[in-house]
């Protein structure tokens, strides 16, 4: 099955009473941006403004959608791509087709301790709560009997976020006395308060940190 058709299967239809399917409010189609990178190759080439995140404009879904690229090219998930592609580049169709709230959740379960593990909460815009619990219409996962497991004990789980170690004072000074030359480097330390970013730093700061080695990453999964 090509990617495009098994994107398109997961538009699943689980019927029910639910409101997921109700009607778009003034609504307008248009092409996905090329710039929009977050959404290339999903499967279908139109979406929605506003979209489910409430974006008005293309050029506010492309700057609010960057932000997600570090965490996509994690592969946290299978699904990742899926889920937040129903969300910045809502399907343009007649009805509101929101994500499944299991999707949201196998989402979430994967993919939160890796923001986490630099600080950053799974954000409230994308709270499964508000997500329909299997009805009406959704995005459904496609990966159900694929998604590898990936066992995470207590201690995983709760594991400080530890970056490599930097080298030691003497290393430095034998590395220094051994080379032929030196040259000196300005440095910058900078120090971020506990609690949350202001909405204009946290894009930068979540793309930066998630832009560092995987050292983090790969001690949130044990291995």
């Given at each position: 099955m090509?990617?495009?058709?098994w994107?398109?299967?997961?538009l699943v239809?689980?019927?029910?009473?639910?409101?997921?399917?109700?009607?778009?409010g003034?609504t307008?189609?248009?092409?996905?941006?090329?710039?929009?990178?977050?959404?290339?190759?999903?499967g279908?080439?139109?979406m929605?403004?506003?979209?489910?995140?409430?974006?008005?404009?293309?050029?506010?879904?492309?700057q609010?959608?960057v932000?997600?690229?570090?965490?996509?090219?994690r592969?946290?998930?299978?699904?990742v791509?899926?889920f937040?592609?129903?969300?910045?580049a809502?399907?343009?169709?007649?009805?509101v087709i929101?994500?499944?709230?299991?999707?949201?959740?196998?989402v979430?379960?994967?993919?939160a301790?890796?923001?986490?593990?630099?600080?950053?909460?799974?954000?409230?815009?994308?709270?499964?709560?508000?997500?329909?619990?299997?009805?009406?219409?959704?995005?459904?996962?496609?990966?159900?009997?694929?998604?590898p497991?990936?066992?995470?004990?207590?201690?995983?789980?709760?594991q400080?976020?530890?970056l490599q170690?930097?080298?030691?004072?003497?290393?430095?000074?034998?590395?220094?006395?051994?080379?032929?030359?030196?040259?000196?480097?300005?440095?910058q330390?900078?120090?971020?308060?506990?609690?949350?970013?202001?909405?204009g730093?946290?894009?930068?700061?979540?793309?930066?940190?998630?832009?560092?080695?995987?050292?983090?990453v790969?001690?949130?999964?044990?291995g």
């Amino acid at each position: 099955m090509d990617q495009g058709l098994w994107r398109l299967v997961a538009l699943v239809v689980l019927l029910g009473d639910g409101g997921a399917g109700a009607p778009w409010g003034p609504t307008r189609c248009m092409a996905i941006p090329q710039a929009m990178a977050l959404c290339h190759d999903i499967g279908y080439t139109e979406m929605r403004l506003p979209h489910l995140l409430d974006h008005d404009t293309a050029a506010e879904a492309i700057q609010q959608s960057v932000s997600w690229l570090p965490l996509l090219a994690r592969e946290c998930d299978p699904d990742v791509h899926l889920f937040l592609c129903s969300l910045f580049a809502s399907v343009c169709l007649d009805r509101v087709i929101y994500p499944c709230r299991s999707l949201c959740e196998a989402v979430q379960t994967s993919c939160a301790p890796i923001m986490a593990c630099y600080g950053y909460p799974w954000p409230a815009i994308l709270h499964c709560g508000r997500f329909p619990a299997g009805h009406g219409l959704c995005v459904a996962a496609i990966s159900n009997g694929s998604r590898p497991s990936r066992p995470r004990d207590a201690a995983c789980q709760l594991q400080d976020c530890e970056l490599q170690d930097t080298s030691s004072s003497k290393e430095v000074l034998d590395m220094l006395c051994a080379s032929d030359f030196d040259c000196n480097l300005d440095s910058q330390l900078e120090v971020l308060k506990a609690g949350p970013l202001p909405p204009g730093e946290l894009a930068p700061t979540l793309r930066h940190w998630l832009q560092l080695d995987a050292t983090c990453v790969y001690n949130l999964l044990c291995g």
